[in-house]
């Protein structure tokens, strides 16, 4: 068996509650934890609460999320690693890889002449 947390095949750890069962415990004292009332229409709408985000990947004050902010730059990261490799399958990418290999040659061998010209090689 596995430690994965997203396979089905774990157990849970749950409590089994009836139907009308007892009150929630109260919370630890000092947690600054209150508790709340049970809604009693479950078709009555629950108000937004400020500052959580919904599914647009922005606040309701209009603030992109951290992690719609990180979504769209991994994704323009993986678009740009995908584009340099495809680029250098090509043919004209491989000759510029090869126009570039044989540049810095030449800018070497000239490196190593002038050393050698000025007595420093």
Do not use: H
Request: aromatic share 2%; proline share 8%.
């Amino acid at each position: 068996m596995s430690n994965d947390p997203t396979r089905d095949d774990q157990p849970v750890d749950a409590e089994i509650v009836e139907d009308g069962a007892t009150a929630p415990a109260e919370p630890a004292e000092g947690s600054g934890a209150a508790i709340t009332p049970a809604v009693t229409d479950p078709g009555a709408p629950v108000p937004p609460v400020a500052g959580i985000e919904n599914a647009s990947g922005y606040t309701d004050r209009g603030v992109p999320t951290l992690d719609y902010v990180r979504d769209k730059i991994e994704g323009r990261w993986a678009t740009s690693l995908g584009t340099t490799e495809l680029a250098g399958e090509t043919e004209a990418g491989r000759t510029i890889a090869e126009q570039e290999a044989e540049r810095a040659k030449k800018a070497k061998e000239k490196l190593d002449e002038i050393r050698r010209s000025i007595g420093g090689g």
